[in-house]
């Protein structure tokens, strides 16, 4: 095998890995949001607000060290883990509406 047909299966060989990382991200973020809609609606019943500030700075605090551990940017995790949590806070915030006793049997959209 010459050098350029080596070169790109190796190449090959680096995106499958890629393509398999992803998946399971994908995975984990679909397992993570499960949890998390059950916890919206948890707070939706119970009347609590959709938000957590003091759990968010938390987490923030612990995804910076863990991303410095595992030698990943810790802005770049902290940008990450805030474009997951305002989509949290949404799906929390639609929760609490559903469960709105001033919406109750309505959708969202007609509220």
Do not use: W
């Not at 499960?34 to 500030?53: F, H, I, N, S, Y």
């Amino acid at each position: 095998m010459d050098d350029q047909a080596a070169g790109l299966a190796q190449l090959q060989a680096l995106r499958n890995s890629i393509d398999n990382i992803d998946a399971a991200l994908i995975h984990m973020l679909a397992e993570r949001f499960r949890c998390t809609k059950e916890v919206g609606e948890l707070k939706a019943r119970q009347a609590m607000p959709p938000a957590d500030p003091a759990r968010e700075a938390t987490q923030v605090a612990r995804l910076r060290q863990l991303a410095q551990q595992a030698r990943l940017d810790p802005d770049f995790a902290e940008k990450f883990l805030a474009f997951v949590i305002r989509e949290v806070i949404r799906h929390h915030e639609a929760a609490a509406l559903d469960a709105s006793p001033r919406t109750a049997g309505r959708t969202r959209r007609e509220a």
